[in-house]
């Protein structure tokens, strides 16, 4: 990877390659187990070592959180990127920070 991948990529990406809203409620329940398994690698520590070996590690299981989420997204027809930016603003007006959001980066 280029380190350029974003949210519209990793969308398209996983609708083109697991695209099944009849799953929505699998995809939630999958997205569950995701986060349990987060938890249980970061209460581990468990970090990847290397590229080759990132089964069970904090590494793999946000990925893994990551996927279903967009896959969720995806079923209810939501782009990421612009709920990103909305949420954003909205948080800026709340939590106002030196760091500002940059829109198409």
């Known amino acids: ?35 349990g398994e987060l938890s249980c690698a970061i209460r581990k ?12 590690t904090v590494d793999e299981e946000l990925w893994d959180v990551i996927y279903y989420a967009l896959a969720i997204a995806n079923i209810y027809d939501i782009d990421m990127e612009q709920v990103i930016k909305m949420k954003s603003k909205m948080s800026e007006s709340r939590y106002p920070s030196k760091i500002k959001f940059e829109e198409d980066r």
């Open 45 to 56: 520590g468990l970090k990847a070592p290397n590229d080759a070996e990132i089964k069970g």
């Open 1 to 35: 990877m280029d380190g350029k991948t974003t949210i519209k990529y990793l969308q398209t990406y996983i609708k083109e390659k697991d695209y099944q809203p009849e799953l929505l409620k699998d995809y939630f329940l999958k997205l569950c187990e995701e986060v």
